[in-house]
Each structure stands twice: as structure tokens, then as C-alpha cells.
């Protein structure tokens, strides 16, 4: 075999954020890690993470207020065992960070010993929010990044898309590997591995509108789903409520912490408008607010809303926001002087791939972890920075796991898995389909399928779905692929989970809300979506 065309290794990675960084880095002085990145390394939505990392490290606080706190904000669907889990394990994760040497900010107590600054935004009762500045996740990144690269036992592929997962013929439940486009070389090659994880992130590319860095395209979703895996909670996409409105800086996310120190959200006229639908104000969850800010922009015709923070001193802005104030003021806007123009963009994926404490799927050999899994975290919406923290968490958990059955586990045998066969596909002349289609599928998406639905408008983009799926799918068959067309398969299978998930909930509930369903059922429970079943099973 082509052994330019063919990677052997204990544990290939799928993803090169938070999640599979951190796992890879817990696994590399026990096994050979292979972490496969379809960008470049820092290139995720872990870079752009601003507002920080959930764990209580103040005395007045409790993991019990946090875990309540996750569960409110999670509007009944949360899973408690999951949530306490994440709670309890937080502060040693957090700590591990630390030892990696990510930089959280600190501040002296009344005694002069030094502490770390927590902060505290939507949904949470106490500050708790570790963070470095407004750029988090930033410095969580490059720190990972550091170390890994310091690492003999960490192979690195950049410009790597994943196409699917190899499952044994033998074992339908057997995750062997997976192909990969190696887009420097625009050749696919094949990775076999003891183990696969997933933490390819989450799907809001689907959207028209998003916060997310290009490559969130629901690739491990829509691959795990293909591979015979569960799926559970698609309908809950979070969006986040303040996206700077501007077209120099289109999709640049304004933290909520930024609301968490004060900042009003505003009427073009000036007047504040949280108060009339939340006792919260502008710290009720993200899901209530960014409700809020669609409708009060749907009913004055308004293209954006405000969000202020300039009654506040001018160095407390610098000096807890630098990374929005410079950026902010490349484009003329002084955030110590003006209020920023905001709209909300589809941020966070809360369902996905069914795993359990572990990062387990549904397959032998096959974990998921970070935003692309469903652990039972979020519930119908995701509270404030316990996004990072599910990353670390479970990447934790999941090398643990991984270690106690790596002694045990045979290596793939290359010859089992065949070579990738493009014997009967030519190079594409259409190229026009998936430009047509991209933007048709996430136009849609954002019209039928956004903040607010009904259950026409659900049915509407089902109709469109099953069209483009047989387009793509044809499309697929008789072309070589490439990077567009990778994503757009992936995208048009989670748009199908999606909605899918929608017209199952019959009721409205976190960030799903129907207008045909506008009430709570009594006792809710996770949609979760079987492969080539039609029916939705729960746990």
C-alpha cells in the first residue's frame, strides 16, 4: 500500500479545538495520537471564544448553585447526573489548564494575596467565570497548541477534511478509521486506528447568520449519524444574542460578560427593552434574550438593537474588554462613547451525537466529545461559558476511558480496510450545483427553521431538504470531492436532523419555540433520532 496514502496509529483525533487538543494531550504519554484538523491548527470556535470557563473556585459559591443554575437555564431538559458531573469534575480540569499555562486573569483580595478574577454572565447566579481578558478561548488555544507541538507522540494533519468513518463488515459496530482529503494534495487518503474520537465542533454554518468560524459545517454529526449512530436535541441551536451589526465586521461576537459588568441592551430610541420580558433583564439566558431582540427588531422594523455599555468608567471597559474595544475601534466604533448595533447569529449547537459520561458513541471504538456530542449538558439551552468546560471535562473522562482498553485493543489491519475508490467519478464541470444549494440550504434554514418557528414553515424546509439531499447525494456520486462539497453533504444532513427534531418537539421549550406549540409539555424529554428508524426514541 502507498504509505503516503495510508496513517497507522493508536488514537486518531478528529478535530483540533479545546476538545481533541486537550484529549490528545492526556493520551500522548501512553499511545501514538494522530489529530487531524481540516484548517490550520488554531482555526475553530475555540479561538473565538470570549467570555471564559464555569467552575467554582469562590468560597460563597457551591457546585450544587452552578448545577441549579445549568439546570434552569437548561428549561427541564438538562440530564442532573450530566450536569453534576460537569460541575464536579470543573475546578480540577480548570486547574489542569492552569498547569498547561493558560493565562487566566487575577486579581488581589482585600488581604493583597492574589486570586483569580471571576466573572459573571446570563443565567448564573454567582461570578465563576475564569477567563483571560475577553479572548478565552484564545488563550486556551494557542496554549494547547504549544504544548501539543512540544509532543513526540502527536502527529498533526492540517488541511485534513474527514470524509467518513470505516466500520468493520464484519462488526457493524466496529469503528476501524476513517478516509480523509488531504486538500494540499487533493487526494483522499485513509487513517486506521485502535480508536476515533470526534470533536469536529458544531453545525451553525447551516445558518445564513453565525458567529462560527468557517468550518463548523455539523462534519462529526453528519459522519457519526452516516456511521449508524444516535443523534439527540438537534431542534436547540443556540443563537447568540449580540453579533456586532456591521459590514466591516460581519459575525464578530460581543461577550456576554460584556452584559455581565453592566451593559444595557437598547431600543433604536435609546430606551431599554430586557426588563419587559425578563425580571432578569439582560442576564436571563440567551435563549430568552436573543427571543427578545428578535421580536422587538421584527415589531419596530429594526435592523439591529444596541447594546451599552458606555455609562460604565472608560478603563474598567479597556481594561475588561480590550479585545472588543480595539477591534470595535478599527471600524469607528468607541464603545467608551457609543453603544454597538447588534443582531443575534446562530453560535451554539446543544444536541448531537448520543454519548454517555465517557465520550462513548453508539460504536465500538468510537468516542465524541466537545459540541459535536449530546452528554446531556445543555438541555434545551446552553448557559454561559459551560461550553469550554464540557470540552475539557470530557476530553478528560474520554482519555480515561480510552486508556484502560488500549492494552486490550488490536490495531487495524491495513489490508482489511480498502483504498478509497474513484475509479468511476470524473472531476466536477457543475461547480454552480453547490454554490446554488449552499446558499439556498442556509437562506432557508434561517428563514423556517431560525429563533422563531411554525410548524408551516418546518414542513416548508423539510420539502426543500429532501430535493437537495437527492441533488447532493447524485452530485457526490459522480464527481471527485472537494472541501465545498464535503461541507455541503454534511450541512444538508444535519439541516435534515434539524428539522427533523423541530417537528417532533410539539411544544415550545429553551431555544426552540413554535408558535403553533407555544406552551410546555409536563414532562419533556430529549428527541433522539435512531438511524434509518423514523420513530424518536428517548434514553
Not at 492526556?26 to 470570549?50: D, F, I, M, N, R
Not at 453565525?210 to 457519526?224: E, F, K, L, R, W
Not at 461550553?387 to 482489511?416: M, P, Q, Y
Request: glycine fraction near 6%.
Amino acid at each position: 500500500m502507498n504509505q503516503k496514502k495510508h496513517h497507522d496509529t493508536d488514537v486518531v483525533i478528529i478535530g483540533s479545538g479545546a476538545a481533541g487538543l486537550s484529549l490528545a494531550l492526556t493520551l500522548a504519554s501512553h499511545c501514538k495520537v494522530l489529530v487531524v484538523s481540516k484548517g490550520p491548527l488554531k482555526e475553530g470556535s475555540t479561538l473565538y471564544a470570549q467570555g471564559g470557563i464555569a467552575a467554582v473556585f469562590d468560597k460563597n459559591d457551591s457546585i450544587d448553585s452552578h448545577v441549579e443554575d445549568t439546570l434552569v437555564a437548561g428549561a427541564g431538559l438538562c440530564s442532573r447526573d450530566a450536569v453534576y458531573y460537569t460541575a464536579s469534575n470543573a475546578k480540577s480540569c480548570m486547574k489542569w489548564l492552569i498547569k498547561q499555562g493558560v493565562p487566566f486573569d487575577t486579581e488581589r483580595d482585600s488581604t493583597g494575596r492574589e486570586r483569580y478574577h471571576l466573572t459573571r454572565e446570563g443565567g448564573h447566579s454567582h461570578r465563576r467565570i475564569l477567563h483571560a481578558a475577553d479572548a478565552t478561548g484564545k488563550a486556551v488555544q494557542t496554549t494547547l497548541i504549544s504544548r501539543v507541538n512540544e509532543h513526540k507522540n502527536i502527529t498533526l494533519l492540517e488541511k485534513y477534511n474527514a470524509i467518513d468513518l470505516i466500520i468493520s463488515k464484519t462488526d457493524k459496530k466496529n469503528c476501524q478509521g476513517l478516509y480523509v482529503w488531504n486538500r494540499s494534495k487533493e487526494q483522499v487518503e485513509t487513517i486506521s486506528a485502535k480508536f476515533v474520537s470526534i470533536a469536529t465542533g458544531g453545525a451553525s454554518k447551516v445558518y445564513l447568520y453565525t458567529s462560527n468560524p468557517d468550518i463548523a459545517s455539523g462534519d462529526g454529526i453528519a459522519m457519526a449519524w452516516r456511521a449508524g449512530c444516535r443523534v439527540a436535541n438537534m431542534e436547540f441551536n443556540q443563537f447568540h444574542p449580540t453579533s456586532l451589526y456591521h459590514p466591516e465586521l460581519q459575525n464578530f461576537l460581543i461577550t456576554e460578560a460584556m452584559r455581565g459588568e453592566g451593559a444595557y441592551l437598547k431600543r433604536p430610541d435609546g430606551s431599554r427593552f430586557m426588563p419587559d420580558f425578563d425580571e432578569r433583564a439582560e442576564l436571563a439566558p440567551r435563549d430568552i434574550v436573543a427571543r427578545a431582540i428578535d421580536f422587538e427588531m421584527k415589531r419596530l422594523g429594526a435592523n439591529c438593537v444596541y447594546l451599552d455599555i458606555s455609562h460604565k468608567d472608560k478603563n474598567f471597559i479597556i481594561e475588561h474588554f480590550p479585545t472588543i474595544y480595539e477591534k470595535c475601534l478599527s471600524v469607528g466604533l468607541d464603545i467608551t462613547k457609543v453603544a454597538l448595533p447588534v443582531v443575534p447569529a446562530a453560535h451554539y449547537t446543544c444536541g448531537g451525537v448520543v454519548t454517555n459520561f465517557n465520550g462513548k458513541t453508539d460504536l465500538d471504538n468510537l468516542y465524541a466529545i466537545g459540541e459535536v456530542a449530546y452528554t446531556g449538558l445543555h438541555g434545551a439551552n446552553r448557559m454561559a461559558s459551560n461550553s469550554l468546560l464540557e470540552c475539557i471535562v470530557f476530553a478528560h473522562a474520554a482519555a480515561k476511558d480510552i486508556l484502560t482498553k488500549l492494552d486490550n485493543s488490536e490495531s487495524s489491519i491495513n489490508n482489511v480496510i480498502p483504498d478509497w475508490d474513484e475509479s468511476r467519478v470524473s472531476d466536477s464541470d457543475e461547480e454552480v450545483v453547490i454554490t446554488h444549494n449552499w446558499h439556498e440550504l442556509r437562506l432557508f434554514m434561517w428563514d423556517y427553521v431560525g429563533i422563531v418557528r411554525t410548524t408551516k414553515r418546518l414542513e416548508r424546509a423539510q420539502r426543500r431538504i429532501e430535493l437537495l439531499q437527492q441533488e447532493i447525494q447524485d452530485y457526490y456520486a459522480n464527481f471527485k470531492v472537494s472541501n465545498n462539497l464535503l461541507e455541503l453533504r454534511n450541512l444538508v444532513q444535519v439541516a435534515e436532523l434539524i428539522i427533523q427534531c423541530a417537528l417532533s418537539r410539539k411544544e415550545s421549550r429553551g431555544l426552540h419555540y413554535n408558535l403553533d406549540y407555544p406552551e410546555q409539555l409536563k414532562n419533556p424529554k430529549p428527541t433522539i433520532l435512531k438511524p434509518n428508524q423514523t420513530n424518536y426514541n428517548e434514553f
